[in-house]
């Protein structure tokens, strides 16, 4: 029984006259093209794939033609099918045959009931339509015993795209032409050796990037040749992006990376015009903002304008730019830079070149990829991609020929002058031997004389530094006098009391008043304890100054740092006080609570801690004396521990070390204090002495806020 029915779908279009059969001619010996005879219905019938079906109240279609303005709007929406009925000579059934096929929708093509391919994705359920451009991929034809053959296209346009047209391409709803399988295989792999041949200019045109970046690198002076390199650079990159255009992007992206090859390449020719313009020292800005507004207003006209966007405007960019760089080398060659003819006849030659590419792309309704991929017209379009960079190139190559010339020359010249410079210099080597006999001389009696100036100058140094030593010990003695004065203020005044006190005591023993006079006795009793420790203080400061301040072998000694520094901190301010009889501040300690014993040599140690504070003293006294009282002079002594070393830091709230001078205070003899108040040899007997200890002394300052000296042991 199914054998009946199919025998029935199969015969029905012998008895049914109003079902049209396009007889074709041997495919053989050329292609056919299938766009007549094709009906169409945008209703889903699956079961319109059947040979037999009645498809004669279809609407006639022609698939071939564009979709985007010669399609029926109602085929661009929904699911639909086409259906072609043709009838081959004989000759051809005994043939193999293929199809290629190119379109611009989803489809499922079908022959005879059989489906023999399926392009994007066409789902009515949830409405999904992706749309695939095969790129004219072949698929072989199963065809039937019967002289009529029956072609079915499940069809859907994918919603939402927007499409352009690009050298050359077309956007056919669905383009399907018949021709051998050998035919169609050999054409098949035509289209896809354009992309080897694109990838080998684009590789040329990368070395010759290479080749001028590394020109602008070893000399950057020359900003033409890094314009041209990128040139180069963008053109390669709008190639690679122009081939993925036609043979890699998706239906839906198609119109972006157009618009992005298209991009890409502007920049690269207006990269080239700025080239050209640096190279011939022709420097026009204007020209590169109107090339620039032309080609962004070329691109919006081509998004906006469909086809005739991209013939009016968007194809005459190059036109444009290379008319401009040709009469840009005109006025230069004019000029008497005869070179640039070969620019003029290089560009010339690229707008010639593309000037009859474009002819023969726009307006033509065949795909140009169909074409063989080495043709009159490819080679019009390696003519127009290759003459600029080659002109350039040989324009430089022309250039450099010109410059060693002139390098030779220059040569020449130098060479010249050379042995003319040898005769002056032999000349002038004879007068200054009998000069250099008197300068020996004189020399010889300068040199006596400057080595007594040196014996001079160390003695008065040694007495500098000896004076130094005396000031800073004569600030020390001071400072120790002031300690001691206060424990002898006290046992003198005890001392006193005691007196009156023994004559209270014999004045009650004689009236017999023994209570009294035991009260008496253990007031002298507490006073004598008093005089005995004030006593043992005031010996104790004479032994630790003498320890510090006497003779030593300069050997280091473990030494408690946090003592060292209060002792010679508290000498320092009274040494001071003791120039300064009005002096006041205010001494903040902060010691560190660990072990703050170090190896050092102690006399030294506390010699530099002296020297950082009165430096310190005298800069919160010149500033107190400023301020009239609104200033509360402070001088911040700590120490603490880092990294295994003992930092020892005075701070103070003066007006800061200037900048100007901080690289200069640690040098002999340099003082910021008034003439006859300083050698300046403080600071750099204290840097001398912390070098030797392995230390550094570093400096920190903020002018108006103050200055922080931190010696590193």
């Known amino acids: 029984m199914r054998f009946i029915t199919v025998s029935i779908f199969c015969m029905l279009p012998f008895f049914l006259q ?22 169409y219905s945008m209703t889903d019938q699956p ?21 985007h303005d010669s399609i029926p709007e109602d085929a661009k929406k929904g699911v639909g099918w086409m259906r072609l009925r043709i009838r081959l000579p ?74 352009i047209t690009f050298y050359g391409t077309t956007n056919p709803f669905l383009n399907m032409m018949i021709m051998r399988e050998s035919d169609a295989i050999g054409k098949y792999r035509g289209i896809f050796t354009r992309p080897w041949l694109d990838m080998f200019m684009q590789g040329i045109m990368f070395m010759a990037f290479i080749l001028h970046m590394a020109f602008y690198i070893m000399y950057p002076a020359r900003k033409a040749n890094l314009y041209f390199s990128l040139a180069l650079l963008f053109t390669v990159t709008g190639g690679i992006v122009h081939n993925y255009y036609y043979y890699g992007a998706d239906q839906d992206k198609k119109f972006q990376f157009g618009m992005l090859a298209s991009s890409i390449h502007f920049v690269g020719q207006i990269l080239m015009l700025a080239s050209i313009q640096n190279y011939l020292n022709v420097q026009k800005k204007l020209l590169l903002w109107l090339t620039g507004v032309f080609c962004i207003a ?51 030659i690229a707008l010639i070149c593309f000037f009859l590419f474009l002819t023969n792309a726009i307006g033509s309704v065949t795909d140009h990829l169909l074409n063989p ?23 430089l190559a022309n250039d450099f020929a010109r410059t060693s010339k002139r390098l030779q020359q220059k040569l020449n010249e130098v060479a010249t002058l050379s042995e003319k410079n040898l005769a002056v210099e032999k000349e002038k080597q004879e007068i200054l031997a009998s000069q250099n006999l008197k300068l020996e001389t004189l020399v010889t009696e300068r040199t006596s004389e400057l080595h007594r100036s040196l014996t001079e100058l160390k ?159 005298y800069a919160v006294s010149e500033r107190s004396k400023k301020e009239n009282g609104l200033y509360s002079p402070t001088v911040k002594i700590s120490t603490r521990a880092e990294n295994g070393k003992t930092l020892i830091e005075v701070e103070d709230n003066a007006d800061g070390v200037p900048e100007r001078i901080r690289e200069k205070i640690f ?47």
């Not at 079906?53 to 698939?63: E, G, L, V």
């Not at 749309?131 to 015993?145: F, G, I, M, Q």
């Not at 991929?373 to 324009?395: E, R």
Request: glycine share 6%; hydrophobic share 40%.
């Open 373 to 395: 991929p080495l043709n009159i017209f490819s080679f019009f379009f390696l003519g127009y991609i290759v003459a600029p960079p080659a002109a350039v190139s040989i324009f």
């Open 459 to 617: 003695t008065t140094q040694a007495q500098l530094i000896q004076a130094e030593k005396m000031a800073s010990l004569g600030e020390l003695t001071a400072g120790i006098a002031h300690e001691i004065q206060n424990p002898l203020n006290f046992i003198n005044n005890f001392s006193d009391v005691n007196a009156e006190l023994i004559v209270e005591l014999q004045e009650e023993l004689n009236k017999g008043k023994i209570s009294e006079a035991s009260l008496i006795a253990n007031s002298l009793k507490e006073n004598e304890v008093k005089i005995n420790n004030h006593g043992k203080r005031a010996d104790g400061i004479v032994k630790s100054m003498l320890q510090h301040t006497g003779s030593t072998s300069g050997h280091k000694e473990m030494t408690d740092v946090n003592k060292l520094v209060e002792e010679y901190a508290r000498l320092a301010y009274h040494g001071y006080r003791a120039k300064q009889k009005d002096f006041q501040a205010t001494m903040e300690f902060n010691f560190d609570k660990e072990d703050s014993t170090a190896s050092i040599v102690s006399q030294d140690i506390g010699r530099v801690v002296v020297n950082i504070l009165n430096n310190a003293f």
């Open 667 to 713: 040098q002999p003899f340099f003082t910021t204090k008034p003439t006859g108040q300083a050698t300046g040899l403080g600071l750099s007997l204290s840097y001398d002495i912390v070098k030797a200890h392995g230390g550094e002394i570093r400096v920190s300052s903020m002018e108006g806020k103050g200055s922080k000296f931190v010696v590193v042991i």
């Open 298 to 348: 070329s691109l919006i006209t081509a998004s906006l304008w469909y086809k005739k966007g991209f013939e009016i405007t968007l194809s005459n960019v190059p036109f444009f730019i290379y008319i401009m760089i040709i009469i840009i080398s005109i006025i230069a060659w004019r000029r008497n830079m005869k070179e640039a003819r070969i620019l003029t006849i290089g560009f010339v």
């Open 47 to 67: 079961e319109a794939v059947m040979p037999g079906f009645d498809d004669s109240r279809w609407k006639p279609i022609r698939p071939a033609a564009d979709i």
């Open 18 to 39: 109003s079902q049209e059969i396009i007889i074709l001619d041997d495919p053989g010996k050329s292609f056919i093209l299938l766009n007549n005879g094709w009906r």
């Open 90 to 163: 004989e000759e051809a059934g005994r043939r193999k045959m293929s199809m290629l096929v190119k379109q611009s929708v989803a489809s499922e093509i079908y022959l005879n009931g059989i489906l023999i391919a399926t392009y994007g994705t066409i789902n009515s359920k949830n409405g999904l339509i992706k749309a695939e451009d095969p790129h004219w991929a072949p698929v072989y034809l199963p065809l039937s015993n019967d002289s009529v053959q029956t072609f079915s296209v499940r069809f859907a346009a994918q919603p939402g795209i927007k499409y």
